[in-house]
């Protein structure tokens, strides 16, 4: 015949506490279930929950609520505990700590997923815990542990699909970049592919009268072509390598800026590039990349300069920082403002493009990767202004000697 | 003011364009060139008949679909023969011939000359 003493007598409350945990409602609330049906075995007076890996929002779960000390106190105890039954293989476990003053306990380690990922602990004023209570917590805390385990893992499952959903978003949009990239390049290589084969054509069939003029468009579109190529492979740097590469060395930026101004100048002489430099404007930059953004930013104020087509460029030496700033009549769309600095931003424009639209985006990784930064402002009576603040050591150097 | 053997040719890409004038010159065509859209519907508001028009599409200021659609609205113009200059023929109006870039010189003059009416 079962007694109250018997494993028999506990099927029907082992049977309510897995109904518990099965139930809809939050972990809290399901943890809260199974310690008052333990009541129906093991008496206690305090009865907690503690877990090393967490997976309720508590740290501890204790039934009845305790003051804040005192709940602070059994946290400390329990973490104790659970300390050392987490570090020692079970049949060595060491005699219990402290107890609270004419009390009895039984503690009971929680195995999720074969690792010691919590502890049940039950407590009460004499008389002494059975055997059979301990068996019986044993059986309840396998019961717990297999459904926080199952909880963490059903969280981890959620968390590495959001992850993977992320990396797969991002993996597409960078393959529609690339889309995107290859259908510009290939469309706007062909306006200079075409116009060389049509000019070798020509000079074919003509004799050496049109030579000059020929041999000068077919240089003219093979520049462009280069610089598609140019770009594509700072686009290449700029995407693989995280950033463009900086190589500093000492760098007069005045120097820099006459020599691009001597360019252009010589190439649209029906523009006036005024040049003005005020101060040290010398610093520890990339040579080659800096030339790269005064010429852009340079040949940007001229293609869009509109009227008197004075293009302002000045160099003022700060402190720590040397500001460079571009002028010229004509304002840029208001719309078209926010998108500028991206990469191609001619599908802003309405479809109509020049080059690649990746001027501007290269840039400012250049500038950024110098640890400087660029802006533009542009209305209607003050015309366009860019100006870039670039600091005189890069970031890198400033830490080295500080160090 | 009679332009029988003019040829209007707009495309943003300079290039381009000034082959195609250094082209067609030489097989004995005078050239008008516009930079744009907008530049070559000035140019058609104007005194300028010229007996084809080479047109790009994709082109700032007014696009060569925009050009075209003003032109056919435009009783003085609607009857000038329009050429579309592209490399997306799948973009051109299905029933304006067109000339595929890069373009090749025979097929230039052939597409050109076909425009032309024939001189009385």
């Known amino acids: 015949m079962p007694t109250s003493q018997t494993p028999v007598f506990w099927t029907p409350i082992l049977y309510d506490i897995a109904h518990a945990l099965e139930s809809v409602q939050d972990p ?60 020692r293989p079970l049949e060595e476990l060491p005699q219990i700590p402290p107890r609270t003053a004419g009390h009895v306990h039984l503690a009971v380690p929680i ?27 044993s059986v309840v805390a396998a019961q717990i ?35 995107m990239f290859m259908g510009m390049l290939g469309h706007d ?41 140019e770009q594509l492979l700072d686009l290449t740097r700029i995407r693989l390598a995280g950033g463009m590469p900086v190589e500093p060395t000492r760098v007069d930026l005045g120097e820099v800026c006459g020599r691009t101004v001597d360019e252009l100048q010589a190439a649209h002489p029906d523009a006036r590039i005024l040049h003005e430099v005020t101060g040290d404007v010398t610093g520890d930059w990339d040579r080659d990349l800096l030339l790269q953004v005064v010429s852009n930013l340079v040949a940007n104020a001229i293609q869009h300069a509109q009227g008197s087509r004075v ?34 931003r001619g599908a802003h424009e309405g479809g109509v493009r020049k080059g690649l639209g990746l001027g501007l985006f290269i840039t400012r990784h250049i500038i950024e990767a110098h640890g400087g930064s660029i802006e533009v402002e542009s209305s209607e009576p003050d015309g366009t202004a860019f100006t870039v603040v670039l600091p005189r050591q890069q970031p890198s150097d400033l830490r080295e000697d500080l160090a | 003011m009679s332009e029988g053997r003019t040829v209007l040719v707009v495309d943003d890409d300079v290039d381009l364009r000034e082959i195609l004038r250094d082209v067609l010159e030489h097989a004995g065509y005078s050239i008008v060139l516009a930079k744009d859209g907008g530049q070559a519907f000035d140019l058609l508001q104007g005194e300028l008949r010229p007996a084809v028009v080479l047109l790009d ?30 490399s997306d023929p799948s973009s051109a109006p299905q029933d304006l011939p067109v000339l595929k870039k890069p373009i090749r010189i025979d097929d230039l003059l052939r597409v050109v000359g076909a425009q032309l009416a024939p001189i009385e």
């Open chain 1, 311 to 344: 293009i302002l460029l000045r160099v003022t030496g700060g402190d720590r920082t040397v500001e460079l700033s571009t002028h010229n009549p004509g304002v840029i769309p208001s719309g078209l403002l926010p998108v500028l600095f991206d990469p191609f």
């Open chain 1, 145 to 179: 542990g297999a459904y926080l385990a199952a909880v963490r893992s059903d969280r981890e499952l959620r968390t590495s699909e959001v992850k993977r959903a992320d990396l797969l978003e991002k993996r597409e949009s960078d393959l529609n970049f690339l889309e």
């Open chain 2, 57 to 86: 599409l994709f082109m700032p200021a007014m696009t060569g679909m925009q050009v075209h659609a003003a032109m056919q609205g435009d009783p003085r113009l609607a009857t000038i023969p329009v050429v579309i200059i592209t």
């Open chain 1, 189 to 229: 290589l062909r306006n200079p592919l075409g116009a060389i084969r049509m000019s070798a054509e020509h000079l074919q069939r003509t004799d050496g009268a049109m030579l000059e003029r020929t041999t000068r468009r077919i240089l003219s579109s093979t520049d462009r072509m280069e610089r598609m190529v």
């Open chain 1, 28 to 87: 809290e609330h399901r943890i809260n279930r199974v310690f008052s049906l333990m009541r129906r075995f093991v008496p206690y007076d305090r009865c907690a929950l503690m877990e090393s890996v967490p997976v309720l929002n508590a740290r501890i779960a204790v039934v009845p609520e305790l003051p804040i000390e005192e709940r602070d106190a059994l946290a400390r105890r329990l973490s104790n505990l659970l300390d050392l039954i987490s570090e």
């Open chain 1, 111 to 137: 195995i999720g997923l074969g690792e010691t990922t919590g502890i049940v602990f039950v407590e009460r004023a004499a008389p002494s815990y059975e055997e059979s209570h301990l068996a019986f917590l």
